[in-house]
């Protein structure tokens, strides 16, 4: 079984990874009953005997005593990271995986990336050493981070750099949180633009996710619930929107929701490598299977059930709506509609009880709605993990490697160029030291080569499919 | 190269009670392959070639008498393929003069794995170079026979493996060496690869076997041998995948035509032509089958007589629950068409270049995909040619 280091930076780096490890722990406690630590624990925590002074040393077997969490946490401010140690969570952090300064970034990337990325180069290296120290077999890296900021943004993507140069064989899997585009950050567009060609070139996989679409999940799912709609009751247990055995406090706080359907993400993302299934899936096989081209690695994910009934046998029926769902728009955690846009792949990753026929059947009913790339016209991954998700009885998590990304990066391009034109705030970038006026100029050709690249592939969907001449052989 | 379904393997085995396998008769790492044939052949092969091949000595020496190798492999996921393609070439070396006998799953049509058609296009001309003898199992056809034949609705890999198992027990389940004779044949492998062989580029075999039907409808069927055998004989010639939907129109021509009309008249019909067949029988009054609708030179290519074309196996024993029961292992034209399929669209892929980087990082370059394809097109043309 392998390991994963989660590294969590900035404040909406932290408070998904607070969330994420809120719910990994429930899992796990719900899967493993007897409190024995077993390989799927391992995969995120680590077994400590704390009464051991210093490092506490792992145990690998036997009941658990305590665990902590893989990661590392980075903020350039300490109010969110000083939070989390105060919480519920502090015993699953160890201090010495933190990396706190005290100014922040002043939502500016010149300064998380350029600055502050320098001044903690060594430690961050040190830190992530460690951690995958404690690793048996290191598979993957997941970077959470937002990318309107000045922390998450900067210093994230400087990171991936220093990943890629010490730990060239581990998967570096990217959750990155695009703002809404009534963000109270002016400068974000340069951010974005600034960090996407960091991502571009030095992530394995990149999970886009846009918090307007999260923002109206939520909205629909409260809407649901209030209007009270005739058989549709919310589970308490659901790990989507209550926190009712939460480890946090009674009051939400507003992004709360929000992050929980980021870190059930997450979960059901490396469910099939933690839990045993009739068809398992890797983490390093999610990138060979959806990763066509090496740029071409923006992935749009979709989330079902993001809210559950209140039967306990799910039909058939019920069952077939769940693919449906995870194909529509309201589904998706980016806001665009890959069924009018060209799937160049697509991953479906299933928990819980559902048999290979079903799966296979769904894909028959689905398939001639979607649009597939001419050379990938079965372009299907999928996997089936036994263990479903807390207070679920089935759950699929859809990622699709889809040109629907492209009206989405252009419109960030265009904001960008609003402000560019006219270089406001420029000056705030220009005066931090190693950066130039063509840091800019290579993000935005970074960033334009992307779309034409996804340009050309749309240009073939219309085509017929082309009639490739095989080799001919002398008889 | 991931530790899940070993652990899984090991264990339900002792469950049974009955048997178990080898306490360290297993190798596995802890990082799967990715499904990288690339992967599987460039990186794990070399590092893990001494372990595992130690663990194959250390079986051998338990032998008295070693025919050969069966290998069991997938072809559209990373270790299997790759792994297990490496893994032929260094039995090839090492053991070179014992058979060795690939059994490969063939994916389904549509999408298990994405670069599937990649992973199987590399294993298929890397095994072709390495094995001795290829036998195939469709996982579509293996899913319509669990469908249509043992009405299961929600069809589960267990329920597949159990039918691939099955046949594969119908196979190589003991059969009586000749006619008659009190003693088991000594050598299954050997003697299937001898009958069904003959020529090093036709290597590759499929199963069918008759009746296939779940428990509830087996006790209220009867069987005779007259009626298996017609219905097994013309699976063979309309390429049926199973006894349901045979399409009777398919027959063979009849003699005195010219060779050219005979090629286009059987192409237009579908027809299956076969290099040589080998039939298995187990059941009651087994010797009072009649197999000469088998020995019909129309079967069969020009170059080869019926009578060194085709064999029978026998035994009075029956095999699980049928009373009678029918198999046949084919070197015919069975497999020209999924293999045509798969050849076909890794080319599109290749063609566009998408996921190439993936195979080169490890070291599996552009050259090795067009020998690849070199090879498996030159395959595909003389199974057409027969």
Not at chain 2, 178 to 198: A, C
Not at chain 2, 346 to 351: D, K, N, Q
């Amino acid at each position: 079984m392998t390991q994963s280091v989660v590294v969590q930076v900035g404040q909406c780096g932290n408070q998904i990874g607070c969330c994420f490890w809120d719910l990994a722990l429930r899992e796990h406690a719900a899967v493993n009953q007897k409190g024995i630590y077993d390989e799927a624990i391992s995969s995120f925590f680590r077994n400590v005997d704390t009464r051991v002074v210093g490092d506490g040393s792992s145990i690998s077997k036997g009941k658990i005593c305590s665990l902590k969490a893989r990661a590392v946490l980075i903020d350039m401010e300490e109010g969110v990271v000083n939070e989390i140690l105060q919480g519920p969570l502090r015993d699953v952090f160890d201090s010495k995986q933190l990396i706190t300064d005290i100014s922040g970034s002043g939502n500016n990337w010149a300064v998380g990336h350029k600055v502050f990325g320098s001044r903690y180069q060594e430690q961050i290296v040190e830190k992530l050493r460690k951690a995958a120290e404690h690793c048996d077999c290191l598979q993957c890296f997941f970077i959470i981070h937002s990318m309107g900021g000045g922390t998450g943004s900067g210093l994230g993507t400087f990171l991936l750099k220093v990943l890629e140069d010490e730990f060239p064989e581990v998967y570096r899997f990217v959750t990155s949180i695009y703002p809404s585009s009534e963000d109270d950050v002016i400068t974000s567009p340069y951010n974005i633009i600034l960090a996407m060609k960091e991502l571009s070139e030095h992530a394995d996989c990149v999970l886009p996710i846009d918090n307007q679409s999260l923002f109206d999940i939520i909205s629909k799912i409260n809407l649901m619930v209030n209007s009270g709609k005739l058989g549709s009751v919310v589970k308490p247990n659901s790990l989507v929107t209550s926190s009712a055995g939460a480890l946090k406090k009674r009051q939400e706080k507003p992004f709360d929701a929000m992050n929980n359907i980021v870190a059930n993400l997450l979960l059901n993302l490396t469910s099939s490598a933690r839990f045993e299934g009739s068809l398992n899936m890797d983490l390093n096989e999610i990138s060979m299977n959806l990763v066509p081209f090496p740029q071409l690695h923006y992935l749009v994910s979709s989330l079902t059930p993001l809210y559950t009934l209140a039967d306990v046998h799910i039909p058939p029926r019920r069952l077939d709506q769940m693919f449906s769902d995870a194909f529509s728009k309201d589904h998706q955690l980016i806001r665009a509609d890959p069924k009018h846009s060209l799937y160049l792949a697509c991953a479906l990753m299933v928990r819980g009880n559902v048999q290979l026929s079903d799966l296979r059947r769904n894909i028959e009913r689905l398939k001639p709605s979607l649009q597939f790339v001419s050379w990938n016209q079965e372009g299907w991954k999928t996997s089936l993990c036994a263990v479903p998700p807390v207070g679920h009885s089935h759950s699929l998590l859809a990622l699709a490697n889809n040109t629907c990304v492209k009206p989405t990066f252009i419109e960030l391009r265009e904001r960008f160029m609003r402000l560019y034109k006219k270089k406001a705030h420029l000056h705030h970038y220009l005066r931090v030291e190693g950066m130039e006026e063509s840091c800019f100029t290579q993000a935005l050709s970074s960033l334009s080569t992307l779309i034409e690249e996804y340009d050309q592939l749309d240009a073939t969907k219309s085509m017929p499919m082309p009639d490739v001449p095989r080799l001919s052989i002398a008889v | 190269m991931e530790p899940k379904v070993i652990n899984q393997t090991l264990s339900k085995a002792a469950q049974s009670g009955r048997w178990k396998y080898g306490q360290h008769s297993y190798f596995c790492q802890k990082q799967g392959s990715g499904n990288n044939w690339a992967y599987g052949y460039s990186v794990h092969g070399p590092k893990h070639e001494e372990s595992v091949m130690n663990l194959v000595q250390k079986e051998v020496e338990k032998c008295d008498s070693l025919s050969g190798f069966f290998i069991i492999m997938s072809m559209a996921g990373g270790t299997g393929s790759g792994l297990g393609a490496f893994v032929t070439q260094s039995l090839q070396d090492q053991y070179s003069n014992s058979l060795r006998m690939n059994q490969i799953i063939w994916p389904y049509g549509t999408g298990e794995v994405i670069v599937q058609n990649y992973n199987s296009i590399l294993t298929l001309s890397h095994l072709y170079r390495s094995s001795d003898a290829l036998l195939v199992h469709e996982n579509d056809a293996a899913h319509k026979i669990c469908a249509k034949l043992m009405n299961i609705k929600q069809i589960s890999f267990s329920d597949i493996n159990q039918v691939l198992a099955h046949q594969l027990g119908s196979v190589f389940q003991p059969t009586y060496s000749t006619e008659g004779s009190f003693h088991y044949r000594r050598n299954p492998l050997g003697d299937l690869m001898e009958s069904l062989v003959p020529h090093p580029e036709f290597k590759m075999l499929g199963v069918r076997n008759i009746p296939q039907m779940s428990e509830s409808s087996l006790a209220y069927s009867t069987f005779t041998w007259t009626g298996l055998l017609k219905h097994l004989r013309q699976m063979l010639i309309s390429n049926a995948k199973m006894e349901e939907g045979i399409d009777w129109q398919v027959q063979p021509h009849f003699s005195g035509h010219p060779t050219l009309g005979k090629m286009s008249l059987n192409k237009e019909l579908h027809f299956n032509t076969s290099i040589a067949n080998l039939v298995i029988l187990r059941g009651k009054d087994v010797h009072s089958a009649d197999l000469g609708g088998f020995k019909d030179p129309a079967l069969y290519t020009s170059w080869l007589d019926p009578v060194n074309a085709f064999s029978v196996w026998k035994t009075q024993r029956a095999f699980c629950k049928y009373e009678k029961s029918a198999a046949l292992v084919s070197n015919s034209q069975f497999l020209v068409k999924p293999l045509d399929m798969i050849v076909g669209k890794a080319w599109s892929m290749f063609a566009s270049k998408a996921y190439i980087h993936q195979y080169t990082k490890f070291g599996v370059e552009e050259e090795d995909f067009l020998d690849s394809f070199t090879l498996l097109e030159q395959v595909i043309a003389s199974y057409c040619n027969l």
